[in-house]
């Protein structure tokens, strides 16, 4: 049976999706942009700050979950211009500093709301 996860420390979803599914133990959370909860705006300062925002969102739907970012086994990483890339990586890896997820990254052509970056993420119960 499915379990709808959802916070008000994560940005509400902006379509019909749920912001995290957990299912047997895993934890699926939607790809999520750089949306302030607060404000429910992109938060300016280009990508760094940017990367900052959407882990930190990933880390307010991990926590309403009971899990933390040691849990994350799989990440998905959209840009809308991989020369971001390198910029993206300092960010990300603060948030991991052990043990880092399998990952991918890819360049697409847009992303909602003029976002530079979206991230999806799933995590597991040990």
């Known amino acids: 049976m499915k379990k709808v996860i959802q916070t ?46 959407v882990l930190k969102n990933i880390g307010a739907i991990l926590e309403a979950a009971g899990l933390e970012f040691e849990h994350v086994v799989k990440s998905t990483v959209l840009l809308d211009d991989i020369g971001n890339f390198s910029q993206m990586n300092e960010v990300y890896k603060s948030f991991y500093k052990e043990n880092s997820p399998a990952r991918a990254a890819f360049q697409v052509a847009a992303l909602p709301l003029g976002a530079m970056i979206e991230i999806e993420t799933i995590a597991v119960r040990n």
């Not at 047997?24 to 990367?51: F, N, R």
């Open 8 to 53: 008000d420390n994560a940005p509400a979803a902006i379509g019909p999706y749920s912001q995290a599914i957990e299912v047997a133990g895993t934890l699926y959370i939607s790809g999520q942009v750089p949306v302030d909860p607060e404000t429910g705006k992109i938060v300016e300062g280009g990508i760094e700050a940017q990367t900052e925002r």
